[in-house]
């Protein structure tokens, strides 16, 4: 069979994970941006960090959206991480079914659990 | 490319016990393999991650909940192994964050040459093993 990849690549069918691929990456820089968005909040804080500072930081309401497009993304990039795993390790076919549909399950409930959190404040 | 060169040691069905002990990974196989395995710990451990954001930032006395687990403990966990636990999360998330932006670096420079990709896998296991320690001796109030 003649190869199939690289500049002969059968542009036809599925996206071929070129979404996951991007997804992951631009998931991955927001959190990354969230990291230095907080730290950078707790550094420019003076003395000791209690329970006033710590929650002032997330009183904001654009903190509070950008933790919200944060939860999403980790969430996200947790589903597409997970799944790489399942595809390496999880066999037959069954049992990686039922892996990424508990997969699905453990992370919305987290993610709505995470969203009330940070919407009752 | 036609020399003869020193049979390699092939590795088809992997033996837990035996080629576990005998594969040298390089050192960027470390950092890949670790980039996994702390992806899937700060998986399971995501609800105990939200439990402390909840408790940190729901109310006063909720964040006296969130510092007692450090001190006094957590359900049947005396507070050493809940601090125990944070420091694991604390490696997974710092190692997960450099493996990371290793990979993003590498796919916009195009380095992937063999000793740049030796290199940057040694830095992304000094900084988050240092930080780690660094961290660590904090939370066990070493200083």
Excluded at chain 1, 22 to 43: C, E, G, K, P
Excluded at chain 1, 84 to 96: E, N, V
Aim: proline share 3%.
């Amino acid at each position: 069979m003649s190869a199939t990849y690289g500049y002969k690549r059968t542009v036809v069918g599925a996206h071929y994970g070129w979404r996951d691929f991007l997804v992951q990456r631009i998931s991955a820089a927001l959190m990354a941006v969230f990291t230095l968005v907080v730290l950078l909040q707790l550094l420019l804080t003076k003395g000791p960090i209690g329970y006033d500072t710590w929650s002032g930081i997330f009183a904001a309401q654009w903190m509070k959206a950008l933790t919200f497009a944060v939860i999403v993304a980790l969430l996200w990039h947790a589903w597409v991480g997970m799944c790489s795993i399942w595809y390496d390790y999880g066999k037959p076919a069954g049992l990686r079914l039922l892996l990424q549909a508990l997969t699905v399950i453990w992370l919305v409930a987290c993610g709505g659990w995470a969203v009330q959190v940070l919407w009752r404040l | 490319m036609s020399e003869v060169t020193k049979p390699r040691p092939q590795y088809r069905n992997l033996n837990l016990f035996h080629d576990i002990r005998t594969y040298r990974l390089p050192l960027a196989g470390w950092v890949s393999i670790l980039h996994r395995a702390s992806g899937a710990l700060m998986f399971v451990l995501l609800p105990f991650l939200i439990w402390l954001f909840d408790k940190s930032i729901s109310s006063e006395i909720s964040f006296g909940e969130f510092s007692a687990a450090f001190t006094a403990g957590l359900w049947v966990f005396p507070g050493w192994f809940v601090k125990l636990v944070v420091l694991a999360l604390i490696w997974a998330y710092l190692h997960h964050l450099l493996a990371g932006v290793r990979h993003l670096y590498l796919d916009v420079s195009h380095r992937t040459t063999k000793e740049f990709g030796r290199q940057s896998a040694v830095a992304v296991l000094v900084v988050s093993i240092a930080l780690t320690l660094i961290l660590g001796a904090k939370l066990f109030g070493l200083y």
